[in-house]
């Protein structure tokens, strides 16, 4: 065999094994955790109620590996510093958060990885408050060894970026504290009218299930519609909403996404309050939660529609009038200079 011959066999022989160990390399390499140039590791945050035991097994829900994460403890004394109440008591915070710091523009994705103990909250609930808060572009996996509520999770997320050096605004923790308890309070008022309304359909438990989780999720929107109708009647008029003007966004908001049979003039008066803040606290409805809102958005909609698929001919009804919501916002103010000019003709 000539040097040629030779030489080419062993470039051959050289390309074919780099071909062969190519896909081991990429997938030990993929096998690693991802490292975000922001935070470095994702952040774990764990319960300072929990037990060495419950640690160990909220650890392994959430699928943590000591060596992969930055840890630290959420105590009585952080649900005081971020939520502004609370007894301070160690006790009551059983459950932990592990956040990933995601690229700008991913948007907020929360997973329930025990949905079974998180008894109050769904995760597109706490998608929202996590918004108004003014946390953006993450991952959170949200797990409990015991049954809770949920509420103090939030807690576990501003605990995990302020460890990355990521500061959040106490009034903005604040109003998405207060969020989160009075959407799942009004959430919970639509659910039980909505079963008083619709007792003749006769609905499975697992259906009943579907239903009440999509009713959650419209209300959601809701509320995404009602910041995205607040920042565009600024934009367009150059000044915040009035009480009355605020009350015709709400009411709007409502009727798209077909629950306003479902809810008291209670919580109308509790959502109309909320708007009025969103109004008053400094980025709320700045350009970089707005974009947060379409992510979450689509999110909301998916859910919505698929439960609906799910729930058959009654399910249609949940959809509602989201095939239409792309002029939801373009024409909300001309609502509004209607009514209010029929008002003084």
Known sequence: MNFKKSFALLAVTIFGVSQLNTPLALATENSSPV???RWGKPTFVSGAGLTSTQLQETMKILDVNPN????????????I?????????????????LVTRENAGKGINVDIVTPENITSITADQYKNPLI??????????????????GESALTGVYKAFEKNGEEVNADRAQLAQDELEISSQIAQ??????NKVNENQNLTDSEQEKLDEAQKTQLSQTLVDIKKALADFKEQQGK???????????????????????????????????????????????KESLAQLDKISKGFEKTINNLGNELGKFGDLLKGKLDGSKGFFAGIWENITSFFGNLFN
Do not use: F, H, P, W
């Open 240 to 286: 915040t909403a009035t009480k009355e003007e605020v009350q015709k966004i709400v009411d709007d908001a409502l009727a798209k996404n077909n629950i306003s049979e479902y809810v008291s003039s209670a919580d109308i008066s509790s959502l109309v309050a909320l708007a009025q803040r969103y109004q008053t606290t400094e980025g709320v409805l700045s």
């Open 81 to 97: 510093k971020y939520l502004g109440s609370g007894s301070g008591d160690d006790s009551v915070m059983l459950s932990s958060v």
């Open 189 to 194: 008022s639509i659910i039980n009218q909505s």
């Open 68 to 79: 992969d994460v930055t840890s630290t403890t959420a105590t009585g004394a952080d649900l």
């Open 132 to 149: 108004t808060a003014g946390i953006t572009d993450a991952t959170i996996k949200v797990g409990s060894v015991v049954r809770v509520t």
């Open 35 to 37: 490292v975000n140039e």
